[in-house]
């Protein structure tokens, strides 16, 4: 789910890091490189980090160290950072040095992205200096390893994030601009390999639409984001004593959204812990109140192995069929080797009808 507006140019995380990764391994024939990509959004959705999990999704495919990433900061280097240094050679004629990160431009021998972070909020002539590098592939007539790709990432004007633009020829160079937007699914399931909290998922799967509250103000304080959110599952995580981790939570995501999710972590506070649920299906007391039930539902659904799916399924059945389905799918999307077990493939005979049309009565 997204809240956020789409256009004809948006993709969802899991589609750009399934493109950047398709990129990594396909070189064009008519330029013999890889296609430079530019990235677009509102602050906080993941542009940068995408790139981060394409350069690993394809290690993870073709072996460690089979692909390197460097990230750029345009918005604070200088022109001369992408130029190179002022030199006078041995023969007395000036020059400039490839410094930093520009010699491995040059010597790069695996795949290797190059991002320009906040390419939006550089500077004319800093976006200039860089443009040379994505167009002519040069550093001052050194030739660029034919390994390196470039991508960019910036906000959008809207976004009151100091975005002036980007120069035409250096905008017009990218092979493709992509909008990404927020989808709650695909973060939930970064989420779930990053180390976030049950209840953070738990909430954020009760609530998708919580996920992206962004509006520009010039006030200093934060709104949810995917990466403002991220931040306080990291919170949770610390175990903080209540009357801090309150203002803490608070001041990472805004008042608008830590107040809901407190206000949830205590609801789960009030419910019988996972493992006794999975434990005693039967006996245990199903909650009446919608937030209390959900509540169950999620940490059930978070807790449980195939050790204990006979005694999930006997616990879903008590319970109304949309929280059924919904928990279900909350459990086989963390681990889908729930989906393999008797039990699952029961449970998907007795539950055809609404999984075919979830309107069904």
Known sequence: MSNQTQTYSSVSPIQLLDFLTRCLDYINPRTGVRPPILIKGPPGVGKTDVNYQAVKKYCNTHGEGAADIIVCHPVVDEPIDYKGLPWIGKDG???????????????????????????????QSTQAAAMQLVLNREINGLKISDEIMFTACTNRKEDQAGVGGL?????????TILELYVTTDDWLVWARHHGMPTELIAYLTWKPSELMQFEPTPD?????????VASVGDLVNMGLPREISRPVIYGAAGEGFGVQFMEFMEVMNEIPTAQYCLENPEEVGIPTREDLRWAMCASVSESVTKKYMK???????????????????????????????????????????????????
Do not use: C, H
Not at 220 to 228: E, K
């Open 311 to 361: 005694n999930f399924l006997i616990l879903l059945n008590r319970m109304p069929q949309e929280y059924s389905v919904a928990a279900m799918q909350m459990a086989t999307t963390r681990d889908v080797k729930l989906r393999q077990t008797s039990t699952f493939g029961q449970w998907i005979k007795e539950n055809t009808l609404v999984l075919v049309n979830p309107f069904a009565s």
């Open 220 to 228: 200093i304080v934060n709104t949810a984001t995917p990466r403002t």
């Open 167 to 175: 120069i035409e020829p250096l905008k017009s160079r990218f092979a």
């Open 93 to 123: 004629d000036a020059d400039f040095k490839p410094i930093g990160q520009l010699r491995k431009f040059l010597t790069a021998e695996v795949p290797t992205l190059v991002v320009f972070d906040d390419l939006g909020q550089a500077p």
